[in-house]
């Protein structure tokens, strides 16, 4: 239930500022959430960005302006954060499906995009296959680069699945496999938390190494450009991706934030999560999502 007050107390905070020039970044500083977290939790909650909220919010509202007044259009552009007419105008019609000069015509239909209202659904019990397995501190050699924040669920992004494209087609990971510790045919797609308010989170493709990597293998690692990730001991609540592309990913993460966090006695840890990509998987399994938790007290109550 934190969450969804949290998220709730966020739409409160966007709508009473939805005239000014707000980003998400603002609404999880006034909800004292990490700019990374809160996007992705109002993301994978409610199936689009808030930009995408305030965006459509905004549209909307325009609409009801347009129909309900004389104002000019560029007037309108203008108070709902539309710098020049014609971008207005572009968006307006992606969004209502006519532009804005017909909107006042008679018989014209717009589209109504009303507040958002987060609450806990009863539509009955849902099963969740999981398990709980505890890691002892880990560390990796991987190839790591960083994103922005604004990619989380954002709709035709392809920045993570291009990177490993590009990472297989110049033939790093296959060098990174070579290094690898007893556990073959395993590959990692390494997130790391944001502790502030980092505006980009960092990503890796990354091998398991041993504990104690000999001094030859450092020595590739920094001459390549690899990067070595280590992670504390941790719990993590582990979920099976079914599917033929990155898309069951996203998935299981909606599951984990919409019914995992509010029913499971866990709440997300500060610490790296991370997919494993095995050689040989069965059952249509794309990947394990690996995600920090710790154990709280379980909520009984609504």
């Not at 960005?49 to 007037?75: C, F, P, V, W």
């Not at 980009?200 to 690692?221: M, T």
């Not at 690899?226 to 033929?244: D, K, N």
């Not at 509010?262 to 059952?283: A, I, L, Q």
């Amino acid at each position: 239930m934190e969450w969804i007050n949290m998220l709730q107390k966020a739409v409160c905070y966007t709508e009473e500022h939805l005239l000014e020039d707000i980003r998400f970044e603002d609404v999880a500083k006034a909800v004292n959430v990490s700019p990374y977290e809160f996007h992705r939790a109002f993301s994978f909650i409610t199936g689009m960005t808030l930009n995408t909220y305030i965006r459509n919010r905004r549209l909307s509202l325009a609409g009801q302006e347009l129909l309900g007044t004389d104002l000019k259009i560029i007037d309108i552009a203008m108070k709902y954060g539309f710098e020049t007419q014609d971008g207005f105008t572009k968006a307006f019609t992606r969004f209502h499906g006519i532009a804005p000069k017909y909107a006042r015509s008679a018989g014209a239909q717009l589209v109504l995009f009303g507040p958002l209202t987060l609450r806990v659904s009863f539509e009955g019990g849902k099963r969740i296959d999981y398990r709980i397995e505890k890691r002892d501190r880990q560390k990796f050699a991987a190839i790591v680069r960083d994103f922005p924040i604004e990619i989380i669920h954002e709709d035709g992004n392809h920045d993570i699945s291009d990177f490993w494209e590009e990472c297989y087609a110049c033939g790093r990971i296959d060098a990174l496999k070579s290094l690898q510790c007893a556990k073959k045919g395993r590959l990692y797609g390494l997130c790391a938390p944001l502790h502030g308010r980092e505006m980009s989170f960092a990503y890796g493709v990354g091998v398991l190494l041993h504990d104690e990597p000999a001094d030859e293998e450092a020595l590739f690692l920094k001459e390549n450009g690899y990067q070595y990730w280590e992670t504390e001991s941790c719990t993590y609540a582990v979920f099976r991706c079914i599917g033929e592309d990155g898309d069951c990913i996203g998935e299981a993460w909606e599951r984990f934030y919409q019914e995992f966090l509010p029913s499971g006695g866990y709440r997300v840890c500060e610490e790296t999560d991370y997919e494993v990509y095995f050689d040989e998987s069965t059952d249509g399994l794309f990947c394990e999502l690996w995600i920090p938790v710790y154990v709280c007290r379980p909520n009984h109550s609504y």
